[in-house]
């Protein structure tokens, strides 16, 4: 048997741990990466000019419109459709921002005929954008935890989309009416 060299062992685990550390940091920074690439707008800007509160979202890489938010207070990530009728919540996150559900309703999906529930979302905010008392779903069946922000949140607003940009506005007036 050959005698290692005093350290010689203690270097290779230091070595291990070196490696080990920098793949969780790697790891770590991409997923981070990867996040920032799927929704870009996880705290969207909001600022005040000719009579209106506008908030600038930047699409996704997959070319969808995410952006953080909030319902009654709580931190949600909203997914923009306006190709859906009402704001639709899925059931894990209706029960964890205790949403109350209403009468039941049968709603025709991507994936067929589902029965929803009805609610109503007392404050939905995006940026500094602010509505009061929206009409939602709490829809079964949805694969994320993101809320699909539909036409009953967006009709109240002025939107404008060009080259991978969507302008939310909301007009001075109607955002003083609800704070």
């Given at each position: 048997m050959s005698?290692?060299?005093p350290g010689t062992r203690a270097g290779r685990v230091m070595l291990v741990l070196a490696w080990g550390a920098a793949l969780l940091l790697a790891t770590r920074f991409f997923a981070d990466w990867e996040e920032n690439r799927?929704?870009?707008n996880?705290?969207?800007d909001s600022v005040q000019r000719d009579g209106y509160v506008e908030v600038l979202l930047n699409s996704g890489a997959q070319g969808h419109y995410l952006a953080g938010g909030k319902i009654n207070g709580e931190a949600v990530t909203f997914l923009l459709d306006t190709g859906a009728t009402q704001v639709a919540v899925p059931v894990q996150v209706a029960e964890r921002l205790g949403l109350e559900p209403g009468a039941q309703i049968m709603i025709n999906t991507a994936n067929g005929r589902a029965v929803a529930?009805?609610?109503?979302?007392?404050?939905?905010?995006?940026?500094?954008?602010?509505?009061q008392d929206v009409p939602a779903l709490i829809a079964p069946g949805?694969?994320?935890d993101d809320v699909l922000l539909g036409m009953s949140a967006l009709k109240q607003l002025e939107f404008t989309q060009r080259d991978g940009k969507l302008l939310l506005r909301?007009?001075?007036t109607q955002h003083?009416?609800?704070q």
């Open positions: 005698a290692q060299a799927r929704n870009p996880a705290n969207p529930h009805r609610t109503r979302l007392q404050r939905l905010q995006l940026g500094a954008i602010v509505l949805m694969q994320s909301q007009s001075i003083s009416t609800l």
